[in-house]
């Protein structure tokens, strides 16, 4: 219980926010006790510039092994010989490997915001534009990923590294064939693109073994460890190429950040420990079916929706409903559904309009959520985006989220 009454009435009514709404924003999830009370910490009073055994201070000693044993557990994982585990964010994540990778105004080949890339790949707003040169491979047939046009684009644009990872892209994504996509490039053209993906939304799932590990093929992989993963709001750089642990570790500190977040670092120690149990598993299979059912479920009501593959995937609201994704998303929340506006494939509409909205399961299956209730919620949202009064429907949701476990009282050890 905090002193400050202000903030804490803050926290009480977040925390009641939470626990009464149905959270499907696809990059959200909620963390065990045991993450958050490593954040809430006494580790955030250090500094520790450097990395374990180099720190640019005294009095690491602990905070040394409370780093390796988070790097340890993040190899273990995901099945990499080099782990970073300071990246303040999944940008600053981005932000570091593109330098250890490339010199400035180096060529990256990357998606397009519009059909599931992230800002810092390449969007006119980010860091990313303004320091390196972007390219963009177009999607196939139907909005998935095609080898035919990725082989196509490497060809074209000759990049240094080529980007795959999404952002709000619903289905499998092949890392096996894009590795040998570039391995053929590179024999071709007798260069010397690399591959870096970042798998910040889907870390979760490949940490479950439940898809492709990018590990096993790309260069580098960058992640954040908050979203499917469940640990505290983060980054996170994987390698298997040795050439680049050097580089990525001096990308990182001095030249990106500066102090690592000790606390944050321990709480993602945590994840990556909970991550490591066979439960996790179990619920990232819940969290494909859940998904899936509720994606199939808008299609049998013959709502435009895009499937899913993953935890993922997106209603083109505006053909369905004739609502932009901005009037949805607050349709919704008015309901007590939380989702965010997303761009769609094709879009005619801004990003802060859209046509589309994505929603994802993994926060409200960490909580409970069953099969037969991703299905009614599915129906809750058609019912609100016909235009039903959401308020009405709000008592429902209320309802169902009421019958979860509450969040602050969540542990997987
Ligand atoms: N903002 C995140 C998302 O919602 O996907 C990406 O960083």
Redesign the pocket.
């Known amino acids: 219980m905090q002193k400050d009454l202000v903030l804490q009435s803050l926290i009480n009514e977040e925390t009641d926010r939470q626990n009464q709404g149905i959270e499907l924003?696809?990059?959200e999830n909620y963390p065990s006790l045991d993450v958050m009370e490593a954040q809430g910490s006494i580790l955030t009073a250090k500094y520790a510039e450097g990395y374990p055994g180099n720190r640019y201070y005294g009095g690491c000693e602990v905070i040394d092994k409370v780093e390796d044993l988070a790097r340890d557990r993040a190899k273990e994982l995901f099945g990499a010989k080099y782990a970073n585990v300071q990246p303040h964010s999944?940008s600053q994540a981005n932000y570091a490997a593109y330098h250890a990778l490339m010199p400035n105004g180096g060529k990256v080949l990357s998606l397009v915001l519009n059909d599931g890339g992230?800002l810092t790949h390449g969007s006119p707003v980010s860091f990313s534009s303004h320091t390196y040169s972007f390219s963009h491979y177009p999607l196939g047939d139907e909005g998935r990923l095609s080898i035919e046009e990725i082989k196509k684009a490497l060809d074209e644009h000759d990049p240094d590294v080529f980007l795959a990872g999404y952002?709000s892209y619903p289905y499998d994504i092949d890392f096996k064939a894009m590795r040998k996509a570039i391995d053929e490039h590179n024999a071709r053209k007798g260069t010397h693109t690399l591959f870096m993906v970042d798998m910040?939304?889907i870390a979760g799932i490949v940490a479950a073994g439940l898809c492709q590990n990018p590990v096993e093929y790309a260069d580098v992989v960058t992640s954040?460890t908050h979203k499917t993963l469940r640990g505290p709001r983060g980054g996170l750089i994987l390698s298997n190429n040795e050439d680049y642990f050097k580089a990525l570790d001096s990308a990182v500190f001095p030249y990106a950040q500066g102090g690592p977040l000790e606390h944050v670092i321990a709480a993602k120690g945590v994840a990556f420990l909970e991550a490591l149990q066979p439960e996790f598993k179990e619920y990232m299979k819940k969290v494909l079916e859940n998904t899936k059912t509720a994606a199939e479920e808008f299609l049998s009501m013959g709502v435009s929706s895009s499937g899913s593959e993953n935890h993922l995937f997106l209603l083109n609201v505006l053909d369905s409903y004739g609502l932009n994704g901005k009037e949805a998303q607050i349709r919704l929340g008015k309901a007590g559904i939380t989702v965010?506006k997303n761009m769609i494939h094709n879009d005619t509409l801004s990003a802060f309009k859209t046509s589309g909205i994505r929603i994802g399961f993994a926060a409200a299956t960490t909580r409970g959520c069953s099969t037969s209730e991703a299905i009614e919620i599915a129906h809750l949202i058609d019912r609100v985006l016909k235009g039903e009064d959401p308020l009405a429907i709000k008592k429902r949701c209320v309802e169902i989220a009421s019958g979860w476990k509450r969040i602050e009282a969540i542990r997987h050890l």
């Open positions: 924003i696809a990059s999944g992230h952002s910040a939304h954040t965010n």
